[in-house]
């Protein structure tokens, strides 16, 4: 078992290195055998002060884990699209080492809604670009291994 950045590990998944992996991404349908568990709605993140300021802000600070993260892909490219511009001024691979950073006001950062702090707030307005959805879901390499369809099976039945 191992852990590791969604990215990685869909990338190691299409060269064969696993036989099956619980990952986010954008769309589980280009996966034969891939199952949609969840699907995440994402927010840009900050803490209060830095709100109050932010759309005064030429250029938006970013808190973002390192590449390649899809949560640091989806904001990046909705920036880009939407011609915003923008800095990276903190970069943490860890889950509270970017809230570390957002709550002390360095930037802000993009989480699922459900993950959010209730000390943070979430950006709901038209100012920034609307972030695309993301998918957990439970890819495996062929649906003929009873060892992995059992464990499939024990996943989906704990995530009900």
């Given at each position: 078992?191992?852990?590791?950045?969604?990215?990685?590990?869909?990338?190691?998944?299409?060269?064969?290195?696993f036989d099956i992996v619980?990952?986010?991404?954008?769309?589980?349908?280009?996966?034969?055998?891939?199952?949609?568990?969840?699907?995440?709605?994402?927010?840009?993140?900050?803490?209060?002060?830095?709100?109050?300021?932010?759309?005064?802000?030429?250029?938006?600070?970013?808190?973002?884990?390192?590449?390649?993260?899809?949560?640091?892909?989806?904001?990046?490219?909705?920036?880009?699209?939407?011609?915003?511009?923008?800095?990276?001024?903190?970069?943490?691979?860890?889950?509270?080492?970017?809230?570390?950073?957002?709550?002390?006001?360095?930037?802000?950062?993009?989480?699922?809604?459900?993950?959010?702090?209730?000390?943070?707030?979430?950006?709901?307005?038209?100012?920034?670009?609307?972030?695309?959805?993301?998918?957990?879901?439970?890819?495996?390499?062929?649906?003929n291994n009873k060892a992995i369809?059992?464990?499939?099976?024990?996943?989906?039945?704990?995530?009900?």
């Open positions: 078992m191992e852990c590791d950045l969604t990215l990685n590990l869909l990338e190691r998944f299409k060269k064969g290195e619980l990952t986010k991404m954008t769309c589980p349908k280009d996966f034969p055998y891939g199952v949609n568990l969840l699907t995440e709605s994402l927010e840009w993140v900050c803490n209060q002060s830095l709100r109050a300021t932010l759309e005064k802000e030429q250029v938006l600070p970013l808190v973002l884990s390192p590449q390649p993260c899809i949560y640091r892909t989806h904001a990046l490219q909705a920036l880009e699209t939407a011609e915003f511009k923008w800095r990276i001024v903190y970069t943490s691979s860890s889950y509270a080492g970017t809230l570390a950073a957002v709550k002390a006001g360095l930037g802000l950062t993009v989480l699922p809604k459900n993950m959010i702090p209730k000390n943070l707030t979430y950006i709901n307005n038209d100012f920034l670009p609307k972030l695309d959805k993301v998918h957990i879901s439970f890819l495996k390499k062929s649906d369809n059992s464990f499939e099976n024990f996943v989906l039945k704990k995530m009900r």
